[in-house]
């Protein structure tokens, strides 16, 4: 039987996984595969670490090269995070010839269009289910399963710490801050829960999922990113009395001349679409293909075995990507797609919240703006307020670009009337 | 770039759509691919029919043989459906050295076993993803995805036909017959729509699924089948009182001891299950595996685009198939598991609904039965009743056996004051 040498970089909560989990399905994994894998080399920060998964101390090492120098190591997996560190040794691995399997989101959200470039010189693959969405297999489904299809949309929730945020401020009425803090005491949000609730985590996966399925790199600074770290339990509650709920939804869209737009972002979803049914840690994708039609895949986007589950199939795939060359070295530059469309040409229904005075005409000035931008208002609310002083007002809007909705938000809050910051949030019917 | 050669076997409706989708979609395939798909010959039954999806008439055979001795060809699709052309047609494929693509779920079901074999003794894989659940990836994702797993559990909604006459049965209170028809008059359900309600169609996919899933080939005649045929909206509307909606769910389970039970029935689910918002024509398939945890695939299970999708997706393996070793033929075998638990020793939660006199003491010869069985009652509903006669009761049933649980049923059923054949559904509670 093949045994295929790996080098393992990093041996945190994932690396761990994936060692344990090796140990623990080795005999079927071997059957299922016909090959064996074996682990010669563990790089850590520091040997003195405990370890909450035992592994042979003559393992590890401190040196991230000694896996790029044993030629029988063959597929290095590189799960220690950042770029710092992470950007060298890839680009180390690729050169030496190394395959590579990688977790590391940021990374390739930001360095994928190099690193990418780099491998299909060298001809040796990268390799990254881990990535995106934990445990569900959506890179391979975009890659291989859905090859046949233009993708007309994929909507994510890509971010379980948001999710579970995002779930209790719902069902439980929780301000945010108090949500953050049971997700942080469950051991769902880290201590700095900064990438998690800002929306970056999302949106890096975001930039890879959309990356792939339309050929060209998407580049970070071009993609509307915004986090629930502004949004009040208020503005759940308003939501849910319009029929919607508010999930921190990754959209990537074609249009019909097949600009995409990417965006990260707090939306309002209905509660009857699939996705509303999509609680606590949670991840799923919605997509939807010209031959395929829609699709939804979901289940765990984070955890120990859950990542090591699909970084274990992407060693799976190395077995035959040793063998043969690869019909691609993990993306496929192709020329159907290519443009990426400006934020502020996308167009999306609207939330408007507001907070205003309680006095006559302020409704009046308000829509007065909204009609001389030539935006339409479906429905306001003002929902009851039993407190002196200014007032709630929510307006759902109607089809409008991001550029021009932004705008007379803008100018809306320079009103006098107006007493806070508007909280403008689009809204996604899938329709 | 590569041309691979194709013959396609069957040009109707998944057919046509896989040419149709080869043809609109063929730019962005051969630049995602590095290859391009030439169907070199279709084979169909008479030339004379016409065709919804233009094609040469050049391309059109009467004779399968014809698909085989080309030697340009080396993949045939097998869309031509049912058995007995479809054996020998495959069997000779695969001594002639071709790659095979199929989404007969009969032939496999029946026949998966031999022809599995005799795919590893000539090394030429056999496809499959088109014969499960249309156009959700769901054998990409058991043989590839989660190869790093053992299936704790693997459930289906994989009858489309089926769930959309369950759906209307629940949604508008319709009759097994009407909501049959309503199917029948939207397309939804063929003029002869027995395979898709007596669970047939359903129970093959399942076993596909199990095959592929546990290493070892599952008998259909070892498989318990029940199709929605003989349930009543009353049945339905009991559910819902009691919280549950009726599905027509495929289960396979493995049990601490490695024995696994395959069945497809009318089972009760509980509402708050994501399986349960699987409405109308749509398809999902809900996993649990040791490492990645729940997972859940949700898409179209049929038609002729998803189909198509799908069989295109085994058309883009082939690309690597034909350059390198198969770490597998489209089946591997393993001993982890092994054995079928005989469908009377799986242990369920039941619902039972009798029709019973409405005299005192009835009860108590019921419970009597089911209490010198060893069989638990957990509640029991007398659903309100405005007719004159026998009257309802329906009995939730904790854990028992089938076997034994059937055994009881026939003996109250034997009772003078039983005055129907009981109706006897498992219920799943996913616990």
Same mark, same amino acid.
């Given at each position: 039987?093949?045994?295929?040498?790996?080098?393992?970089?990093?041996?945190?909560?994932?690396?761990?996984?994936?060692?344990?989990?090796?140990?623990?399905?080795?005999?079927?994994?071997?059957?299922?595969?016909?090959?064996?894998?074996?682990?010669?080399?563990?790089?850590?920060?520091?040997?003195?670490?405990?370890?909450?998964?035992?592994?042979?101390?003559?393992?590890?090492?401190?040196?991230?090269?000694?896996?790029?120098?044993?030629?029988?190591?063959?597929?290095?997996?590189?799960?220690?995070?950042?770029?710092?560190?992470?950007?060298?040794?890839?680009?180390?691995?690729?050169?030496?010839?190394?395959?590579?399997?990688?977790? #590391?989101?940021?990374?390739?959200?930001?360095?994928?269009?190099?690193?990418?470039?780099?491998?299909?010189?060298?001809?040796?693959?990268?390799?990254?289910?881990?990535?995106?969405?934990?445990?569900?297999?959506?890179?391979?489904?975009?890659?291989?399963?859905?090859?046949? #299809?233009?993708?007309?949309?994929?909507?994510?929730?890509?971010?379980?710490?948001?999710?579970?945020?995002?779930?209790?401020?719902?069902?439980?009425?929780?301000?945010?801050?108090?949500?953050?803090?049971?997700?942080?005491?469950?051991?769902?949000?880290?201590?700095?829960?900064?990438?998690?609730?800002?929306?970056?985590?999302?949106?890096?996966?975001?930039?890879?999922?959309?990356?792939?399925?339309?050929?060209?790199?998407?580049?970070?600074?071009?993609?509307?990113?915004?986090?629930?770290?502004?949004?009040?339990?208020?503005?759940?509650?308003?939501?849910?009395?319009?029929?919607?709920?508010?999930?921190?939804?990754?959209?990537?869209?074609?249009?019909?001349?097949?600009?995409?737009?990417?965006?990260?972002?707090?939306?309002?979803?209905?509660?009857?679409?699939?996705?509303?049914?999509?609680?606590?840690?949670?991840?799923?994708?919605?997509?939807?293909?010209?031959?395929?039609?829609?699709?939804?895949?979901?289940?765990?986007?984070?955890?120990?075995?859950?990542?090591?589950?699909?970084?274990?199939?992407?060693?799976?795939?190395?077995?035959?990507?040793?063998?043969?060359?690869?019909?691609?070295?993990?993306?496929?530059?192709?020329?159907?797609?290519?443009?990426?469309?400006?934020?502020?040409?996308?167009?999306?229904?609207?939330?408007?919240?507001?907070?205003?005075?309680?006095?006559?005409?302020?409704?009046?000035?308000?829509?007065?703006?909204?009609?001389?931008?030539?935006?339409?208002?479906?429905?306001?609310?003002?929902?009851?307020?039993?407190?002196?002083?200014?007032?709630?007002?929510?307006?759902?809007?109607?089809?409008?670009?991001?550029?021009?909705?932004?705008?007379?938000?803008?100018?809306?809050?320079?009103?006098?009337?107006?007493?806070?910051?508007?909280?403008?949030?689009?809204?996604?019917?899938?329709?």
């Amino acid at each position: 039987m093949d045994s295929i040498g790996i080098g393992l970089a990093g041996f945190g909560t994932v690396g761990s996984g994936v060692y344990k989990n090796l140990e623990a399905n080795r005999a079927l994994l071997a059957q299922r595969l016909g090959a064996e894998f074996e682990i010669r080399r563990i790089a850590v920060r520091g040997l003195a670490k405990p370890r909450s998964v035992p592994a042979p101390a003559g393992l590890f090492t401190t040196d991230l090269g000694e896996l790029l120098t044993d030629p029988e190591i063959r597929v290095v997996v590189e799960l220690i995070g950042g770029i710092d560190a992470a950007l060298p040794f890839v680009r180390d691995a690729i050169r030496a010839g190394k395959i590579v399997i990688t977790g #590391n989101k940021a990374l390739l959200a930001e360095h994928g269009a190099e690193l990418f470039q780099l491998a299909r010189e060298r001809r040796t693959p990268i390799f990254y289910e881990a990535a995106v969405a934990g445990g569900i297999p959506i890179i391979k489904t975009v890659r291989e399963a859905f090859i046949a #299809n233009r993708f007309e949309s994929i909507h994510g929730i890509l971010n379980g710490t948001s999710n579970y945020i995002l779930t209790r401020m719902t069902d439980a009425g929780l301000d945010f801050a108090d949500a953050l803090a049971e997700a942080q005491s469950l051991g769902y949000a880290e201590a700095d829960p900064t990438l998690d609730v800002n929306g970056w985590d999302a949106a890096h996966k975001a930039i890879i999922l959309a990356s792939l399925a339309y050929g060209f790199w998407v580049r970070s600074e071009d993609v509307y990113v915004a986090g629930i770290d502004r949004l009040t339990r208020d503005d759940v509650k308003f939501a849910a009395q319009l029929g919607y709920v508010v999930k921190l939804l990754s959209t990537i869209k074609a249009d019909a001349s097949s600009a995409i737009e990417v965006r990260v972002c707090p939306t309002l979803i209905p509660k009857s679409h699939v996705l509303a049914s999509v609680h606590g840690v949670f991840n799923a994708v919605w997509l939807r293909g010209d031959v395929v039609g829609e699709a939804l895949f979901y289940g765990r986007g984070a955890g120990q075995d859950p990542t090591a589950s699909s970084v274990i199939a992407d060693l799976a795939e190395t077995v035959v990507a040793l063998k043969s060359p690869r019909r691609c070295y993990g993306f496929t530059s192709h020329d159907l797609y290519g443009k990426l469309k400006p934020s502020e040409d996308a167009v999306s229904q609207f939330y408007l919240r507001l907070l205003v005075d309680d006095t006559p005409g302020v409704l009046a000035q308000i829509a007065g703006i909204l009609g001389d931008a030539g935006i339409g208002i479906s429905s306001v609310i003002q929902p009851e307020s039993h407190e002196p002083g200014p007032l709630p007002l929510v307006l759902m809007i109607h089809d409008a670009t991001f550029g021009r909705m932004r705008a007379a938000a803008a100018e809306i809050a320079a009103l006098g009337c107006v007493k806070a910051e508007p909280t403008l949030l689009p809204v996604e019917n899938f329709t």
